[in-house]
């Protein structure tokens, strides 16, 4: 299991050492210049001289070679400095302490809810297999992988904002701050980010938990006249959760794609809404450094997917 | 909300000069200047008994700071003038400079200004630190406090008791929102979970909140243009056969209407109407497609020619795509470009274009825009693409040294007559900019521009 986990942390720095070098690059690959954006959208140009252009780019290192850049950056990712935006003029670090709670905490709640009514929708419709509840649950997570974020926004928006004004249609307020407020305000955002999950999650259970219900060891247990509900949960279930384990740690990232859409839709002030303001802006320091977290999240995640296989699977041995 | 959130400290931090809406210039913190053009100095007489939000005087002191805070960091337009500036009282205030034209007093006195007490205070001597605190706190003389600011999220506001006009404002408090999506903001409004949606360039949706009973102010917008790469010998906009031929090409009045609503006014020159250097019936090329293929067989392209037009893709896609189909309907085959606000900042701002770039520059109520955009030396428009005429250069420098208002405007007018005899370029139409308002909602804000906001006049009825 030690060698396993070596092994896998050894290949996640590999793959965190890819990502940095293809996010540099491919940052600086984009035609247009950092320093003009900000510069022309800060009105700033119309009092700036030409000269000025140079000295900005020395004060953020831009004039130096790609590869000294890369190296400077990576140096101070390893001491914790993130660098200073190029657009906003803040620390990266503090940016991302701002906006990362906020995404974080929509996609805890998403993972949360995609998981917990995927599983549980996903079983009632295996279980009850032609059976109404299957007819209805199948169909609706078909709807649910593929409608498109953005658009259930606007949607949700327009039905539960505009006509019924049951929910605030955007914003973001700290839980800590105001849980009653908070909670009315992420609903519409989270069932958008959880609405893909669950639909997956949903759609994986059903058909492991088909596959497992045929096995002989719960014939056996059908045999042996335990109760339905004691073969569902103790016997089938433990072992049709490994594909939906795997889906849920690859809906770490897909959380934090769905958080580009959604925080915009909802004016939320999380990282993905960053992530699109810099990318537009062409500040490369703060979306390498969003990317190097996110990176670190997704690729930790799916290194406890990988370890928890065994506790749900013992026949499954680490070599 | 970010770079540009100087727009936003407006009810903050008020400058020393400002317009009237008919572009004539206002005196806000100061109450009144006096220009020396023989002499090389601008004198501002400023208004008494102003403090800032931490109860430090306004005085010629904190203008002088705020000045060559400015100048330090190259962010004062026209700066390379300044020779000194000298404190003559308490509240008198001079510039001296080294060369002298009739923006000067304008450009020096538009700065905001902020108290130099709490700037120094907040770094205790750390210069950095000042200037990381500064990034998100501002302490002004404006009719209201800054409460809070979130970057790109929210700015929250709060009543100045102890502002300079008496009586004023008459709100307790504002408080903007960041909306990135123009439907989540549309809706908000129509919920009344807002009061009003400031800066909205979506006209359809104001158009539509306006059936819906909204109120709606309508300020100058932008002015849209294609600036050809003329500059450029090898280019065939250098001939201005082929300029002219563009112009003639564009049906402006049908494109104007097709795309704004009916709110878009259409251009037949460099400048809207009622600004102060329109030339009244003045439009040298009216849509006239024959004409346009005649200009461009003597120019030596009887079969068209290839090229290719950047345009902003969030801002333009289907003003490019319609120009486009003009240009094909006389034999000029046009590669739409079309760009990342980036990409197209970098090539209008830092290094040119090579055929043509769909463009938009601001319009302010009296001449500066047209110096800071197409003048001698622009401020924005600065690459050298453009070819300016020797008249066009020498036009703006009479107008630039010209003090008496009523022959500056006539001045004013030959510079645009220049640009359209020139072909210079080719200007298109004047987009539209709105501020959107529940009925109990009073405000002028963006009639004037949308860098003028007089928040201490605004007010709401009871609800």
Known sequence: MTTYIIRRLIQALVVLIMVTLLIFFIMR????????????????????????????????????????????????????????????????????????????????????????????????????????????????????????????????????????????????????????LSTRQVIMPVVCLAVFGLAANARQMRSAMLEVIRQDYVRTAWSKGLSERRIIIKHAMKNSLIPVITLMGIGVGIIFGGSVLVETVFAIPGVGRLLVSSIFAQDYVVVQAITFVIAVIVLTVNLIVDISYGWFDPRIRYG | MAPTDSIYMLPVAERLLTWYPNGDRRAVLAESWDEDPQNKTITYHLRKGVRFHDGTPFNAEAVKWNLEMRLAKNRLTDGKYVKSIEVIDENTVRVHVTDYHNQLAFNYGWQ???????????????????????????????????????????????????????????????????????????????????????????????????????????????????????????????????????????????????????KFEPFTQMAPKGWPGYVEGYDPRPYNPAKAKQLLAEAGHPNGFQTELLANAVTSQDAAAAIQAYLASVDITVKLDLTDP???AAAAFGTGWKGLIFAASGINPDSTDLYVHFGPSPMTYRTGTIGKSPEFLAANEAALREYNKAEEIKKIQAIVRQGGEDAMIIPIFRSAQAMVMQPWVHSEYVLIHTVVWDAENDWMEKR
């Open chain 1, 29 to 180: 690959l984009l035609p247009g210049d950092p320093l003009l954006i900000y510069l022309a959208q800060s009105a700033e140009l119309e009092a700036m001289p030409p000269e000025m252009l140079d000295q900005l780019r020395h004060q953020f290192g831009l004039d130096r070679p790609l590869m000294v850049q890369y190296f400077t950056w990576i140096g101070g990712v390893l001491r914790g400095d993130f660098g200073t935006s190029i657009f906003y003029h803040h620390d990266v670090g503090a940016l991302m302490a701002q906006r990362f709670p906020v995404t974080l905490h929509l996609g805890l709640l998403a993972l949360f809810f995609g998981a917990t009514f995927g599983i549980l929708a996903g079983l009632a419709a295996a279980v009850r297999r032609g059976k109404w509840l299957d007819r209805i649950i199948t169909p609706l997570t078909y709807i649910g992988i593929t409608i498109p974020v953005f658009w259930l926004g606007i949607l949700l928006i327009y039905l539960f904002g505009l006509k019924l004004h049951w929910l605030p249609i955007a914003g973001y307020t700290s839980p800590l701050e105001n849980f009653w």
């Open chain 2, 112 to 262: 905001q200004m902020y108290s130099p007490t709490a700037y120094k205070q907040a770094g205790g001597g750390d210069e950095e630190k000042s200037i990381q605190w500064a990034r998100t706190h501002a302490v002004g003389t404006g009719p209201f406090k800054l409460k809070e600011f979130q970057i790109d999220t929210v700015i929250k506001y709060e009543k100045n008791n102890d502002y300079w006009q008496a009586g004023k404002p008459y709100l307790d408090g504002m408080e903007v929102r960041f909306i990135p999506d123009i439907m989540t903001a549309s809706a908000m409004l129509e919920a009344g979970e807002v009061d009003a949606w400031i800066d909205v360039s979506a006209v359809q949706n104001v158009l539509d909140l306006q059936d819906k009973g909204m109120k709606v102010n309508w300020g100058p917008g932008f002015f849209w243009a294609i600036l050809p790469n003329s500059s450029d010998p090898n280019s065939p906009f250098a001939n201005k056969k082929v300029r002219e031929a563009i112009e003639y090409a564009i049906d402006r009045p049908a494109l104007a209407d097709m795309l704004g609503y009916g």
């Open chain 2, 342 to 344: 980036g990409r197209y």
